[in-house]
């Protein structure tokens, strides 16, 4: 996902938070879901198939397994239950020989990407300070 990709309104948004203080007070629920949801799309294969999903919208099985370098087929299974039970995408299932089985983002697996928006600028807007941090941090492990 580039940050081509995104519309000005979702990186205005996204700007718009990154610039605002935190709240003082945080509701342990949303804390524990954001724990939650964080925990679950960190991993890579939430966010790969997030992506081939938004790139490419509706995609079988087999064209996501392929779009996703690395990916078992039971990784990307688990990966995608896991993001049905969270309404991320959804699963048609056509009943026809050999099954044919489509996934799709939904509204809310839309709007996870689009949030993520705000992490493409952070990262740009930083991105010499982390170059400059590792090649620091490189030059004193070579020591």
């Given amino acids: 996902m580039a940050i081509t990709s995104f519309k000005v309104e ?13 709240p003082e007070d945080t509701d342990p629920v949303i804390e524990a879901l954001v724990t939650e949801i964080i925990g679950r799309v960190a991993d890579k294969w939430t966010m790969l198939v ?10 079988r099985f087999s064209e996501i397994g392929r779009e996703i370098d690395g990916i078992s087929q039971k990784m990307l ?11 991320l995408v959804t699963r048609t299932v056509y009943p026809v ?6 996934y799709a983002l939904t509204a809310l697996g839309e709007s996870l990407g689009r949030a993520f928006c705000g992490v493409w600028i952070w990262a740009e807007r930083h991105r010499d300070e982390i ?8 030059a004193r492990k070579a020591e």
Avoid: C, W
């Fill in 50 to 59: 997030l992506e081939a999903l938004h790139e490419h919208g509706v995609m």
């Fill in 131 to 138: 170059e400059a941090s590792r090649q620091a941090f490189d």
């Fill in 10 to 22: 979702d990186i205005s948004q996204a700007e718009d938070y990154l610039n605002r203080a935190p």
């Fill in 97 to 102: 020989v050999p099954p044919k089985v489509e």
């Fill in 77 to 87: 299974t688990q990966t995608l239950r896991f993001m049905e039970r969270d309404g």
